[in-house]
Protein backbone atom coordinates (compact mmCIF):
# COMPACT_ATOMS: atom_id res chain seq x y z
CA UNK A 1 0.00 0.00 0.00
CA UNK A 2 1.17 3.47 -0.56
CA UNK A 3 0.01 6.59 0.83
CA UNK A 4 0.43 9.93 -0.72
CA UNK A 5 0.68 13.58 0.46
CA UNK A 6 0.68 16.55 -1.98
CA UNK A 7 2.58 19.80 -1.38
CA UNK A 8 3.42 23.17 -3.00
CA UNK A 9 0.48 24.64 -4.53
CA UNK A 10 -0.80 28.03 -3.72
CA UNK A 11 -2.07 31.66 -5.28
CA UNK A 12 0.16 32.91 -8.23
CA UNK A 13 0.25 35.30 -11.22
CA UNK A 14 -0.49 34.05 -14.59
CA UNK A 15 2.83 33.77 -15.94
CA UNK A 16 4.42 32.31 -12.96
CA UNK A 17 5.45 29.32 -11.68
CA UNK A 18 4.89 26.68 -8.74
CA UNK A 19 6.49 22.76 -8.07
CA UNK A 20 4.55 20.68 -6.55
CA UNK A 21 5.82 17.17 -4.77
CA UNK A 22 4.45 14.24 -3.83
CA UNK A 23 5.64 12.35 -1.04
CA UNK A 24 4.81 9.19 -0.52
CA UNK A 25 5.38 6.21 2.34
CA UNK A 26 5.88 2.64 1.40
CA UNK A 27 8.86 0.56 0.38
CA UNK A 28 7.29 -0.28 -2.87
CA UNK A 29 6.98 3.61 -4.27
CA UNK A 30 9.71 2.53 -7.14
CA UNK A 31 7.52 -0.42 -8.81
CA UNK A 32 4.51 2.51 -9.34
CA UNK A 33 4.27 4.42 -12.67
CA UNK A 34 2.49 7.96 -10.91
CA UNK A 35 0.48 10.28 -12.07
CA UNK A 36 -0.74 14.01 -11.75
CA UNK A 37 -4.34 15.14 -12.18
CA UNK A 38 -6.59 18.03 -11.75
CA UNK A 39 -9.93 18.90 -10.88
CA UNK A 40 -11.73 22.02 -11.36
CA UNK A 41 -14.71 23.14 -10.25
CA UNK A 42 -17.55 21.77 -11.73
CA UNK A 43 -15.02 19.55 -14.23
CA UNK A 44 -14.06 15.99 -14.08
CA UNK A 45 -10.99 15.27 -12.89
CA UNK A 46 -8.72 15.04 -15.55
CA UNK A 47 -5.35 13.84 -16.30
CA UNK A 48 -1.92 16.10 -16.40
CA UNK A 49 0.78 13.82 -16.74
CA UNK A 50 2.75 10.95 -15.69
CA UNK A 51 5.89 8.80 -15.33
CA UNK A 52 6.59 5.43 -15.24
CA UNK A 53 8.30 3.63 -12.39
CA UNK A 54 11.62 3.95 -13.58
CA UNK A 55 11.18 7.71 -14.63
CA UNK A 56 12.50 6.80 -18.27
CA UNK A 57 8.69 7.36 -19.95
CA UNK A 58 6.67 10.32 -19.20
CA UNK A 59 3.21 11.72 -21.02
CA UNK A 60 1.16 14.55 -21.19
CA UNK A 61 -2.13 16.06 -21.49
CA UNK A 62 -2.20 18.47 -24.60
CA UNK A 63 -3.28 21.37 -22.45
CA UNK A 64 -0.02 21.22 -20.34
CA UNK A 65 2.51 20.12 -22.88
CA UNK A 66 5.41 22.49 -23.08
CA UNK A 67 4.68 23.70 -19.75
CA UNK A 68 4.60 21.25 -17.35
CA UNK A 69 7.22 18.63 -16.34
CA UNK A 70 6.78 15.24 -14.19
CA UNK A 71 9.83 13.46 -12.51
CA UNK A 72 10.20 11.36 -9.70
CA UNK A 73 13.52 10.75 -7.40
CA UNK A 74 12.84 7.19 -6.02
CA UNK A 75 15.69 7.77 -3.38
CA UNK A 76 13.07 10.12 -1.74
CA UNK A 77 9.53 8.62 -2.67
CA UNK A 78 8.98 11.84 -4.57
CA UNK A 79 7.06 12.51 -7.41
CA UNK A 80 7.24 16.41 -8.56
CA UNK A 81 5.36 18.46 -11.31
CA UNK A 82 7.22 21.91 -12.25
CA UNK A 83 4.64 23.91 -13.70
CA UNK A 84 5.74 26.79 -15.79
CA UNK A 85 3.87 29.58 -17.64
CA UNK A 86 0.56 28.93 -15.80
CA UNK A 87 -2.51 29.99 -17.42
CA UNK A 88 -5.78 30.73 -14.88
CA UNK A 89 -7.57 27.89 -16.62
CA UNK A 90 -4.84 26.05 -14.81
CA UNK A 91 -6.47 26.51 -11.44
CA UNK A 92 -7.64 23.40 -10.11
CA UNK A 93 -6.97 21.19 -7.18
CA UNK A 94 -3.91 18.76 -8.28
CA UNK A 95 -3.83 15.28 -7.43
CA UNK A 96 -1.10 12.53 -7.59
CA UNK A 97 -1.56 8.81 -7.92
CA UNK A 98 0.05 5.44 -7.94
CA UNK A 99 -0.78 2.92 -10.13
CA UNK A 100 0.07 -0.03 -12.06
CA UNK A 101 1.40 1.22 -15.43
CA UNK A 102 1.94 4.99 -16.96
CA UNK A 103 -1.55 5.48 -18.57
CA UNK A 104 -4.01 8.43 -18.72
CA UNK A 105 -7.41 6.72 -17.08
CA UNK A 106 -8.39 7.75 -13.73
CA UNK A 107 -9.80 4.46 -12.73
CA UNK A 108 -6.73 2.83 -13.36
CA UNK A 109 -4.82 4.75 -10.62
CA UNK A 110 -5.04 2.70 -7.24
CA UNK A 111 -3.82 5.46 -4.70
CA UNK A 112 -4.55 9.29 -4.07
CA UNK A 113 -3.39 11.49 -2.59
CA UNK A 114 -5.40 14.35 -0.80
CA UNK A 115 -4.98 16.84 -3.27
CA UNK A 116 -3.29 20.45 -3.47
CA UNK A 117 -5.24 24.10 -4.46
CA UNK A 118 -3.01 25.70 -7.33
CA UNK A 119 -5.26 29.04 -8.35
CA UNK A 120 -3.75 31.05 -10.95
CA UNK A 121 -4.65 34.40 -11.28
CA UNK A 122 -5.44 37.12 -14.68
Known amino acids: QVQLVESGGGLVQAGGSLRLSCAAS????????MGWFRQAPGKEREFVAA????????YYADSVKGRFTISRDNAKNTVYLQMNSLKPEDTAIYYC???????????????WGQGTQVTVSS
Open 51 to 58: ISWSGGST
Open 26 to 33: GRTFSSYA
Open 97 to 111: AAGPVLVTAVDVYAY
